[in-house]
Each structure stands twice: as structure tokens, then as C-alpha cells.
């Protein structure tokens, strides 16, 4: 929770508690109660933003603030005995059911990028029918995190209603999450191109349920390009013939002969890690991972890095052509790769989701990816992470099959 939320609550549960303990006797500092929460309730709504797990709270502090006022232009009686008891229980149980409610559906904050660059973040369209976001990195950030639209929030919110249950009513919060890209930042000068990677879309999920490993890649001197949602017409085939407009040679523009089209690489979550495995087999991508991808693995003529659910048991793998690695940690189901897990503390209830905290998990995810990407995308460059097991992530067993000769 937010923190002018938690003081607005503490100060209502504060007064509701006095109001029973102190019904007979009440000490006139807690008289002041009602206006200290209305308040701060006005720089929540100015400053944080309303929502609608809060609107008990919202009720109590209107009806105190308003009795407050009354009694204040009366004889000076305050409400004694069980009448104070009663007001008491009235104040507290609204708090109580907001705090419960607040802490199954918060304004939850997404995971920092831990990469050494800070990130931007454009709309970019490729063609009629084909709209990416483009993660990037840049040397520092515009100070304006970049916000979502309202397509992406509608697209996520009823994304999350259909595969999870959750009443798109109950999810206007999302609207306020704040990535932590800045919109239009210019891309970092330190290399002159950059390696490149494209997120498969999913069929049925949109772009925003996997933005935080979108960022992390970017942090770490990937250009991430990322559809917008599925579309038949916006392919990974697609983009990729779109790419050349995005680097044109002797033109000007932010990407003008910054893509470095020689490595690029690309990934896909759930059932998108099926045509991940299709595009690394006809040679169009120098490295491909497949993340929470439960179907059999294909020999592929490029590196490939399998990241399976910890349920899913290990896949048969046919004589490779070049070096697959076999990742899982514990505790790490199917819906622990993606941001949905961090909506609610209560998606573990839902069977997709593990036991492991989403924050650790999306950490684990961005430091495998990347450094997979790093080692197959960059030739000679050495990560450990990739060698074996690791006293970082100890909950994390990893496989390599070596290319066979």
C-alpha cells in the first residue's frame, strides 16, 4: 500500500479503537482525529490517486470529518457510553475491510531493472498493422517514468479477468502502476550499435504481462522490441522485415544505424515459446529462450536457453545442434515468469503461480535471460551464470547439453 494510504488507515483504525476504549472518557487530542484523516485524505486523492479498495476508508472520513464539524458547532457534548461504542465499531470495520481489500489487489510496484544502463521506452509503429514498444538503453533517465496507456491497461485488465476470475471492476488500480522506463530518453551513446532482441507475442496475452524482463533487458544493452499484442498480421516475421526501416543506413532518426542486425535474438513466454522454437530452427536468430514453455524442445541450429516450470518435469531433448541449456528453480510455476504474479499476493490460490515471491522469481528470470543472451549474442564473452549451478540463486538447477559433433 501507498504511504498516505497506510497513514490515512492508521489514523481511522486509531480513532475506531479510542472510540471503543475511551467510550466514556474520550481525551479531546483524539477529537482532532476526523480532521487529521480528512486531511490526508485530501493529499492521497491529490497526490497518490484514489482507487476503489479504499472507498470504506473514504466513507469513514467523510462521516467523522462531517459529525466533527457538527458537534463542533453544538454544545460541545461528545457521543458517551455504547452510542460512542457503536461509532467506534462503525469507523473500525470499514478500516479493517479496507486494509484487507488494499492488501489482496495493492498498487503494487514493478521490479527496478538491475542493469547498468537506465531505460527508455517509445511507441513505435511498423507498418498498418504492426505497433511495438521499444525498450532501450540510455545513459540517463528524461525524469518522466513512462506510464501505461489505455489500450495496454484495458488489454491487461481484461487479460487478467478472463484467465484468472478477477472482475475487471476490481482492477482499476493497475491504471496507476508506473514503469520505470522514461518515455522518449535518447538512446545511450556509449556503443554505437546495439544487439537485438524480439519478444514473441503471445495469443493470448498482451504485451503488458511481461514488461518488467522487457526493461530488465533493456537495462542490461539489449533494444528490446516488444508487439504491442498478438496479431496475425504481426508476426515475428514481420518486425523482422521491418527492422531494416527502423536502421536505415545514411538517414537520420533515433535508431538510424544503431541496430546491430547481425545478433539478434528472441524470446517468447507460454505457448509463444512453440514459435520461438519454429524461428530458431529455420536460422532467422543467433540465440532463442523459451520462458515457462511447457511443449517438447526441438533441435535447434542456434543456442537456446529453456526456462520450465518447476512442475513440468525435463524435456526430451534430441541430439543438439548447438548448446541448450535447461533451466527451473523452485518454486517457480507457470505464471511466476510474467508480471501477473505480482497482482495479488493470493495468486498462489490460482495453481498457476508458485511459492517463490514474485520480485525473487522476476529476478531470476532477467538474470538467466540476460545472461544467456549475453554470451550467445556477444562472441567471447564469459558468463558464469550460464556454467553451472550458482550461490546466488541456490533455488535454481540448471542443465547444458553441449552441441553434439
Keep these: 500500500m501507498r504511504l498516505f ?24 487530542w483524539l477529537s482532532i482525529l476526523p480532521l487529521l484523516a ?31 464539524l457538527i458537534r463542533a458547532f453544538r454544545s460541545g457534548e461528545t457521543g458517551e457510553g455504547s452510542l460512542a461504542r457503536y461509532s467506534g465499531i462503525l469507523v473500525l470495520v470499514p478500516s479493517l475491510a479496507t486494509i484487507a481489500a488494499g492488501t489482496a489487489l495493492p498498487v503494487y510496484e514493478l521490479p527496478i531493472p538491475r542493469g547498468d544502463y537506465s531505460v527508455g521506452v517509445r511507441e513505435t509503429h511498423l507498418g498498418p498493422s504492426v505497433i511495438a514498444f521499444i525498450y532501450y538503453p540510455t545513459d540517463k533517465p528524461s525524469g518522466t517514468r513512462a506510464s501505461l496507456d489505455n489500450k495496454s491497461v484495458k488489454d491487461y485488465k481484461n487479460h487478467l479477468a478472463t484467465r484468472y476470475g478477477i472482475p475487471v471492476m476490481a482492477l482499476g ?10 518515455e522518449g530518453a535518447s538512446l545511450s551513446r556509449e556503443l554505437p550499435r546495439y544487439r537485438v532482441l524480439i519478444a514473441e507475442p503471445e495469443a493470448d496475452r498482451p504485451a503488458l504481462h511481461a514488461i518488467s524482463l522487457a526493461g530488465e533487458l533493456a537495462s542490461r544493452g539489449f533494444i528490446v522490441i516488444v508487439p504491442s499484442v498478438y496479431d496475425s498480421a504481426s508476426t515475428v516475421d514481420a518486425i523482422v522485415e521491418k527492422l531494416e526501416t527502423l536502421d536505415p543506413t545514411g538517414a537520420s532518426g533515433w535508431l538510424a ?3 546491430d542486425l547481425a545478433r539478434v535474438g528472441i524470446y517468447g513466454f507460454g505457448e509463444a515459446g512453440e514459435r520461438v522454437l519454429e524461428a530458431c530452427v529455420d536460422g532467422a536468430f543467433r540465440a532463442g529462450a523459451t520462458i515457462g514453455y511447457t511443449g517438447p524442445i526441438s533441435s535447434t541450429p542456434t543456442p537456446l536457453l ?15 545442434e548447438e548448446t541448450t541449456y535447461i533451466v527451473a528453480a523452485r518454486g517457480m510455476l507457470a505464471g511466476n515468469f510474467s ?7 493470493l495468486m498462489p490460490v490460482l495453481g498457476e ?9 522476476s529476478a531470476i528470470t532477467g538474470a538467466y535471460v540476460g545472461a544467456f543472451f549475453n554470451k550467445h549474442l556477444t562472441r567471447g564473452t564469459v558468463e558464469h551464470l550460464m556454467d553451472g549451478p550458482s550461490n546466488d540463486y541456490p533455488e535454481v538447477t540448471i542443465q547444458i547439453h553441449d552441441a553434439e559433433e
Design 306 to 320: 529453456v526456462f520450465r516450470p518447476e512442475d513440468a518435469g525435463d524435456p526430451p531433448i534430441r541430439a543438439a
Design 257 to 259: 544505424e544503431r541496430l
Design 353 to 361: 503461480f508458485g511459492t517463490i515471491d514474485p520480485y525473487r522469481a
Design 5 to 28: 494510504e497506510i497513514l490515512l488507515i492508521l489514523v481511522c483504525v486509531t480513532d475506531g479503537s479510542a472510540r471503543i476504549i475511551q467510550a466514556h472518557r474520550r481525551p479531546f
Design 339 to 345: 508480471d501477473d504474479a505480482l497482482v495479488s499476493p
Design 38 to 68: 480528512f486531511l490526508i485524505g485530501i493529499i492521497h486523492a491529490a497526490g497518490e490517486g484514489t482507487r476503489w479498495q479504499m472507498n470504506p476508508v473514504y466513507v469513514v472520513v467523510l462521516a467523522t470529518f462531517t459529525s466533527a
Design 173 to 182: 488500480h493497475i491504471g496507476r502502476l508506473e514503469t520505470h522506463a522514461s
